[in-house]
């Protein structure tokens, strides 16, 4: 997959034009089902027109440009969009700057001169609910219409509905703030996630002879505080395996009397090497439990050891 860093660049990146592109447009936070019918739209049109699929996709996100204290937090980093989207069937991925250039053009001229111009655009495929131009005042009827004298078809793929919910970003995020990872992973069609480096915490784990991967979080969204059982990924290639892993997503209030910043923990269950330095990658299967603060260590250490055995329950290793 090639990406390109603004449609301005496409000739020097690339070295040639775009060959017939089916274009799928959007921000593709999390690149969910949802997304993934859009990519796989465009990947089909690409393959029956002999061009290739593209991604036209923004950074930052609107939502962060126009209200940055009132933007959501995004569902995953700007590099995990990029190796999802490429995972769902991208060739060229556009990642269009959102300025306030950008924000200003009109509905007509963003076909006229993003799409059917700079992009060469043959095929756009967009969500039921896209919205563009100033002020948001262009709808999918409206690419259609626009694009239709251009030569631009456009494909509007209706809301993807898994178990009688609809697709969407807002929704993934509302069940990972629950807690709900079960509900996210149906939407996304894989785990939550969580990545980052270990780093050295305060050493309690492995003083109570139950060590923990302490990271140092790369994203921006969390989960709910509490004890979910999923997998960890080492990302430095050291190891091809998942291992079974209970996480703790919390303030360790057993420990420290008064709220604390959220930390994330991993105790990689039947695994005992250094992993200081390494890049993990949670992924979140079942919440098990709320955090809640114990009257003794031995009383913790149990419910850890309690925690450690329904992770074996609910969670299978997979390798690569």
Not at 88 to 104: D, K, M, N, Q, S
Request: aromatic residues 6%; contains cysteine.
């Amino acid at each position: 997959m090639r990406v390109v860093r603004g449609r301005k660049r496409l000739g020097v990146e690339l070295g040639r034009p775009l060959r017939t592109p089916a274009i799928a447009i959007g921000n593709f936070d999390g690149v969910h089902r949802g997304h993934q019918a859009l990519i796989a739209e465009a990947h089909r049109l690409a393959h029956a027109g002999n061009g290739e699929s593209v991604v036209l996709t923004f950074d930052p996100h609107p939502a962060r440009f126009f209200a940055p204290a009132l933007a959501p937090p995004m569902i995953t980093t700007l590099d995990r969009r990029l190796e999802l989207l490429e995972a769902a069937g991208a060739g060229v991925v556009v990642i269009e700057p959102f300025t306030a250039e950008l924000a200003r053009i009109e509905a007509a001229p963003f076909v006229a001169q993003v799409l059917a111009r700079d992009l060469a655009a043959r095929y756009v495929v967009v969500g039921y609910d896209f919205s563009f131009g100033r002020g948001r005042q262009g709808h999918a009827a409206l690419l259609t219409e626009l694009g239709q004298p251009l030569g631009v078809a456009v494909t509007v793929v209706p809301p993807v509905m898994v178990d009688g919910l609809v697709c969407s970003s807002t929704k993934v995020r509302e069940f990972v703030l629950e807690g709900r990872v079960e509900g996210a992973r149906l939407l996304l069609g894989r785990p939550f996630e969580i990545t980052g480096r270990v780093a050295r915490g305060a050493g309690r784990g492995r003083g109570l002879g139950i060590p923990t991967a302490n990271l140092a979080v790369e994203g921006e969204l969390l989960p709910r505080t509490g004890i979910y059982a999923g997998r960890a990924w080492r990302l430095d290639g050291q190891d091809g395996a998942a291992h079974r892993a209970a996480i703790s997503v919390g303030t360790n209030p057993t420990f420290v009397s008064a709220t604390g910043e959220v930390s994330v923990e991993a105790h990689l269950v039947d695994f005992d090497q250094d992993l200081y330095g390494a890049r993990l990658r949670l992924e979140l299967e079942a919440r098990l439990r709320d955090e809640r603060r114990f009257a003794s260590v031995d009383e913790l250490v149990a419910q850890i050891h309690a925690d450690i055995a329904r992770t074996r329950e609910v969670v299978d290793p997979i390798r690569r």
